[in-house]
């Protein structure tokens, strides 16, 4: 992590959200009727799905469209289409993928606006490689501080399309106060109108944030910006104990 953002991140990132919703996610969801999505090496994509274990991807500055069963040269063979993203369209994109853009495809209240699906798209391929090792630092991280407590409760681990962060939420607390437990959120976002560089978070459920209040530094719960680890000598280390910071706190 080289502690670098690039000067159109906020224009990169919105332009990948799209990407992310309306032509990675729509391609599961027409399918299987989910649209969460994963974090892989050097981008983002979709789980496997569907009978020929399809997974649409993004890395580096391409869509990679793979089947695992498919034809190549009238023979059954594992399939890989590999599409450009830079000079592509939202809609070209969608026809690698099988269906046309839909305008109403939906992901939550804050599903990002389809656009001019015939505007070319200027995408990064830097970007994209910055947004994967961000996603992998914050798994990492989430899976070691979870891995810190005595049955925490998480869900699955997910990245959201509609604000493109990847997060969990799990319940902590003591095992024998079920009532007493606290939700909370952990997540890796890529940014948004309240920081716009990629932070970390924990979000408790609610209004309570027990320790120091100078711990909670945002509306929903503490931040850990981009800026805050890209002089550290270890991210990883720096992001683990944040989380751990606040669900001490939580569970305390």
């Known amino acids: 992590m080289d502690g670098v953002v690039l000067d159109d991140w906020p224009a990169q990132r919105d332009t990948l959200r799209r990407v992310a919703t309306h032509v990675v996610a729509q391609a599961q969801a ?3 009727g989910h649209f969460a999505l994963v974090a892989l090496p050097g981008g983002f ?7 020929d274990r399809r997974r ?3 890395t580096g500055g391409n869509l990679f469209i793979e ?3 498919g034809q190549r040269h009238g023979e059954e ?6 599409v450009p993203i830079p000079g592509a369209t939202i809609a070209s994109l969608c026809t690698a993928c099988g269906f046309d853009p839909d305008p109403g495809f939906w992901v939550g209240g804050d599903t990002p606006a389809l656009g001019d699906v015939d505007t070319l798209l200027d995408v990064d391929p830097e970007a994209v490689r910055m947004l994967g090792d961000w996603y992998t630092l914050g798994q990492r991280a989430m899976d070691a501080s979870i891995a810190t407590l ?3 409760q998480a869900s699955v681990m997910r990245l959201w399309p509609e604000h493109f962060d990847l ?8 095992d024998d106060d079920a009532e007493g437990r606290r939700r909370v959120n952990l997540g890796a976002a890529a940014g948004d109108g309240f920081h716009e ?4 978070y924990v979000g408790p459920w609610g209004d309570e944030r027990p320790g120091p209040a100078d711990f909670w530094n945002a509306p929903f719960g503490a931040v850990l910006g981009f800026e805050d680890l890209a002089g550290a000598t270890d991210p990883f280390d720096v992001a683990v104990e944040f989380m751990t910071t606040g669900l001490g706190h939580l569970t305390s």
């Open 56 to 58: 649409v991807r993004v």
């Open 167 to 174: 997060g969990i939420d799990l319940a902590v607390g003591a």
């Open 45 to 51: 994509g979709t789980p496997q799905f569907g009978d």
């Open 150 to 152: 005595n049955d925490p």
């Open 30 to 32: 027409r399918e299987t």
């Open 77 to 82: 063979a594992a399939v890989t289409d590999i």
């Open 197 to 200: 560089q990629p932070y970390l």
């Open 67 to 69: 089947n695992a069963r």
